[in-house]
């Protein structure tokens, strides 16, 4: 596609539920990378995909996140028994690395969880 | 990847040049200075980066000192749409940590008529 398209838009949760949030990077792109965004803060980083495989998931808050990738593209962002400090917007980001060159970030529009 | 120190807020008037600085003083050799906007509701937008050398595009420039601990970003003609939170980031490509960028908070640019 055109972009990185992120589902759903919006998603509430009851505190307890698990919930599954989706992206589909750029066609192509090796790189992933997962944000969560406070209200009113900066991305705090979550975990990187290389292709297929997390080679950073120091960001997780608990072990009731989880992220996978496995054929290399889409990506899902599962997190088990939602809390309410989980509420947040959830960015998926892409890139292609050019060595030498620097490197840019594609971001989609996010998933905004609500744990009620 | 170093910190970055941004001021919390900006006014620019529109048409004038906006000038956003952003203070990395623990820069390393290999890491770059990258600028991303994001506007309300929507995902943090790339809008340039560089390595030691001053850098333009179409959307902005990038003054970076000799000393590369600090660094300008220079949007030549704010218009209104350009009010967003601006980010200065450093990042290392070095493979064992090329995904983790820290954003901090920003810049909050206002534009006024």
């Known amino acids: 596609g055109a972009g990185v398209s992120q589902s759903p838009r919006y998603k509430v949760a009851k505190r307890g539920q698990d919930v599954a949030l989706r992206c589909d990077p750029i066609?192509?792109?090796?790189?992933l990378f997962w944000y969560q965004q406070a209200l009113g803060q900066g991305p705090e980083f979550l975990t990187y995909f290389q292709n297929e495989a997390q080679l950073d998931k120091s960001g997780l808050p608990s072990d009731r996140f989880f992220a996978e990738r496995p054929e290399g593209s889409v990506s899902t962002l599962k997190i088990q028994r939602t809390q309410q400090e989980d509420s947040a917007v959830y960015l998926c980001a892409s890139s292609q690395p050019l060595q030498g060159v620097g490197e840019k970030l594609f971001f989609g529009s996010g998933t905004q969880l609500s744990v009620l | 990847d170093a910190k970055t120190t941004q001021p919390t807020s900006m006014d620019c008037a529109e048409g004038r040049a906006a000038n956003l600085p952003c203070n990395h003083s623990?820069?390393?050799?290999?890491?770059?200075v990258y600028w991303y906007r994001q506007i309300h509701s929507q995902g943090p937008q790339y809008i340039i980066h560089?390595?030691?050398n001053n850098e333009t595009n179409e959307m902005a420039s990038l003054i970076i000192t000799e000393d590369r601990k600090s660094s300008t970003l220079i949007l030549p003609h704010a218009t209104l749409r350009d009010t967003a939170v601006y980010y200065c980031?450093?990042?290392?490509?070095?493979?064992?940590?090329?995904?983790?960028?820290?954003f901090g908070d920003g810049t909050t640019l206002t534009v006024k008529p």
């Open positions: 980031i450093v990042r290392s490509l070095r493979s064992t940590n090329a995904g983790k960028s820290t």
């Open positions: 623990t820069i390393s050799g290999n890491e770059y």
């Open positions: 066609s192509g792109h090796v790189s």
């Open positions: 560089g390595l030691k």
